[in-house]
C-alpha cells in the first residue's frame, strides 16, 4: 500500500505536508505510510477514500489492492461542491470567489435571464 500512497500523492501534485493537511494529521505519518514504515489504520484508509479530490475520491479497493482504477469519478453535484468549497476557503477576495457570492446573491427573476441568456447563445450557436 505504501507504493500506491505515494503514487496517489504524486498523482495529486500535492507534498506529504499538503496532504497530511488535508487529512489531519502530521507529515511524518505520511512519510511513515509512503516508506512502509507505518501502516494506516482503517479510519485512516476511509479518510482519504472520503476526502474530495480535484480528481474525485480514492477508489478504496485501489488503494488498498491496487486492482480497478485510482480515482472513482465524482457526480456532478460531488465537483460542484467541491469547487464551490475549494473557493471559500480561500482567504484572497478572488475573482471565482467574488463570482460564487455574486450568483448566490440573484433572485428567481435574475436566474430566468439568465436562462434566456444562455438558451440564445446556445441556438446562434446551433446555426
Not at 500523492?9 to 499538503?18: A, G, H, M, P, S
Not at 487529512?23 to 502530521?26: D, E, I, K, S, V
Not at 505510510?33 to 514504515?37: I, L, P, Q, R, V
Given at each position: 500500500m505504501n507504493e500506491r500512497l505515494k503514487k496517489l500523492?504524486?498523482?495529486?501534485?500535492?507534498?506529504?505536508?499538503?496532504l497530511a493537511d488535508k487529512?489531519?494529521?502530521?507529515r511524518n505519518n505520511i512519510a511513515g505510510?509512503?516508506?512502509?514504515?507505518r501502516q494506516p489504520s482503517d479510519a485512516v484508509i476511509s479518510l482519504i477514500c472520503k476526502t474530495d479530490f480535484p480528481q474525485g475520491r480514492v477508489n478504496e479497493t485501489w488503494l488498498r489492492?491496487?486492482?480497478?482504477?485510482?480515482?472513482?469519478?465524482?457526480?456532478?453535484?460531488?465537483?460542484?461542491?467541491?469547487?464551490?468549497?475549494?473557493?471559500?476557503?480561500?482567504?484572497?477576495?478572488?475573482f471565482k470567489k467574488?463570482?460564487?457570492s455574486m450568483l448566490a446573491a440573484l433572485d428567481e427573476s435574475d436566474w430566468e435571464v439568465i436562462q434566456k441568456m444562455v438558451e440564445l447563445m446556445q441556438k446562434?450557436?446551433?446555426d
Open positions: 500523492r504524486k498523482e495529486l501534485d500535492i507534498t506529504q505536508q499538503e487529512l489531519g494529521t502530521a505510510y509512503e516508506t512502509g514504515k489492492t491496487g486492482e480497478g482504477e485510482m480515482f472513482i469519478e465524482a457526480s456532478r453535484d460531488e465537483r460542484i461542491a467541491t469547487f464551490v468549497g475549494d473557493i471559500l476557503k480561500d482567504e484572497e477576495e478572488t467574488k463570482f460564487i446562434k450557436g446551433a
